[in-house]
């Protein structure tokens, strides 16, 4: 790719067609005491900007039937990881500048953020934790009315009708954060089989929901969300000098945690979801058209008729939510003996929730497990450069 300069006479940082990164030559020698070292270091975030604006131009290219699909958000994560560590490797390679001011409150600021996210990440992992137990209801649907089996019976069809009941419930309960009604402490470090054990169902109003929230019940995605957003501004020019550049990439990465985090609790089913982030990222950023762009799109979906109540806004959920939607209507109009016409319909319905399931199944392991390694590598950058700075002062 290119090398991408920063334009636009609306942004403080300097003249049309000039990198960003230039406008701390001048001072750099004073700085650093090297041109050669001072050359490096430019290169290096310049390419740390450009790579960044792969990761979401990519993302943003996506057609409409992948945009928000599971694959898509594993892409967004992906993204995100990589990006993060090449962000880590940048601040290594200039430790001697990073306890110098301004520099130093722009990182402790950044990783202040990043603790927020790690709620977010727990939220997002409960969300996961819920579509799993939709899943349960999926399976007995699929067994009840099994196209081996002919014919299919009446038995079937109640036994599938009541599973579907209860999984429209279930969706529709995730839609309201004051049904939750109990909660536990839960870290991605406990076992599976440890969560297994804690994990408690209970009843609202007839119908089962899990209990299987980490987050309190006052917690609040669309809050923690305001929160990482709060005060991230593009540097000014002498910050961007006084900092040898790195207060770019460090704005940089807070722009992208929040996006990040806003795009998965507009995916996934989460304690009182909000999409009214405020992104304000001048379009001078090689990346920041991307993201604009993919923040247009994702609530351009959200303002969707059929997507204005959903659990989530996940491609996958809305497919479930269609199919479930219409295989109600379908047993609640059949009459015994079935009509031939209406078997082979109920048999379509059955096969594209089974595609739908099994896509599902494939793709929710690996997404949880990215959401982990985002946790975790949110908590070991923290630590590794919070040390670094302590052992500074």
């Known amino acids: 790719m290119p090398a991408m300069e920063y334009q636009g006479s609306s942004v403080p940082f300097g003249a049309i067609g000039r990198s960003l990164l230039s406008l701390r030559r001048d001072q750099v020698h004073a700085m650093d005491g090297s041109h050669e070292h001072a050359s490096s270091r430019e290169q290096e975030l310049d390419s740390f900007q450009r790579h960044v604006a792969g990761h979401f131009a990519g993302l943003s290219s996506s057609g409409g039937e992948e945009l928000l699909s599971l694959a898509w958000v594993r892409k967004l994560l992906n993204s995100f990881l990589l990006c993060q560590e090449e962000f880590r490797v940048v601040l290594y390679n200039n430790r001697p500048i990073l306890s110098r001011p301004p520099l130093d409150r722009f990182i402790t600021e950044f990783y202040e953020r990043g603790v927020k996210a790690l709620d977010v990440c727990n939220a997002i992992r409960d969300g996961i934790d819920q579509v799993r137990q939709w899943q349960k209801h999926i399976e007995i649907v699929l067994v009840a009315l099994d196209p081996c089996q002919i014919p299919i019976g009446e038995g079937q069809i109640r036994r599938a009708k009541k599973a579907l009941t209860d999984l429209a419930m279930l969706m529709l309960d995730e839609k309201d954060p004051a049904s939750i009604l109990a909660h536990r402490n839960r870290s991605f470090g406990r076992s599976n089989q440890t969560a297994g054990k804690d994990h408690h169902r209970t009843t609202t109003g007839g119908h089962l929901r899990s209990l299987s929230w980490s987050v309190s019940r006052s917690w609040s995605a669309a809050r923690q969300l305001q929160a990482i957003g709060s005060n991230i501004n593009a540097p000014r020019g002498n910050e961007i000098a006084a900092t040898s550049g790195l207060a770019i990439s460090v704005y940089t990465m807070n722009a992208v945690l929040h996006f990040v985090m806003w795009a998965l ?129």
């Open 265 to 393: 609790v507009a995916s996934i089913p989460c304690q009182d979801r909000g999409f009214q982030a405020h992104f304000s990222i001048p379009r001078s950023f090689s990346w920041g058209a991307s993201i604009l762009s993919l923040h247009d799109k994702i609530m351009e979906e959200s303002k969707k008729r059929e997507r204005k109540n959903t659990a989530g806004l996940l491609k996958e959920i809305h497919q479930i939510e269609r199919c479930t939607r219409h295989l109600l209507e379908l047993t609640d109009s059949l009459q015994f003996p079935m009509a031939e016409e209406k078997e082979t319909e109920l048999r379509k319905e059955v096969e594209e929730l089974g595609a739908i399931f099994d896509s599902v199944k494939e793709g929710l392991e690996p997404f949880e497990s990215q959401v982990r390694d985002v946790f975790h590598r949110i908590v070991r950058s923290r630590m590794e450069d919070l040390d670094f700075l302590r052992k500074q002062e």
